[in-house]
Nanobody, 120 residues
């Protein structure tokens, strides 16, 4: 079975860069042509917001509202991918999830989520 798990600091100061890692087991981010690997977040009291995604060919896609600040990359040797979000503000405070998705029925594997708080 496929499992994904987020990791990274839970507290980030304003203006700094948020960096999270998603470790994948049971699948290969480098050779799976049928899925993409996404970051989704949920601010407190709000709905889910798609942040961006990366494919097995390392193509990246981002939410228009975050495109200027977000960067997704991967480390195939460790079978993991990362999110970097620069110049963070308190509005970036959220639970961040990584997930595996496809073009047909959405996301089939989710991490448990990790809380990230932006505060000084």
């Amino acid at each position: 079975q496929v499992q994904v798990q987020e990791s990274g600091p839970g507290l980030v100061k304003p203006s700094q860069t948020l960096s999270l890692t998603c470790t994948v087991s049971g699948d290969s981010i480098a050779t799976n042509y049928h899925h993409y690997w996404s970051w989704i977040r949920q601010p407190p009291g709000k709905g889910l917001e798609w942040v961006g995604a990366i494919t097995s060919r390392a193509n990246t896609y981002y939410s228009p509202s975050l495109k200027s600040r977000a960067s997704i990359s991967r480390d195939t040797s460790e079978n993991r991918f990362t999110l970097q979000l620069s110049s963070v503000t308190p509005e970036d405070t959220a639970v961040y999830y990584c997930a595996r998705g496809n073009d047909y029925d959405g996301y089939d594997s989710w991490g448990q989520g990790t809380q990230v708080t932006v505060s000084s």
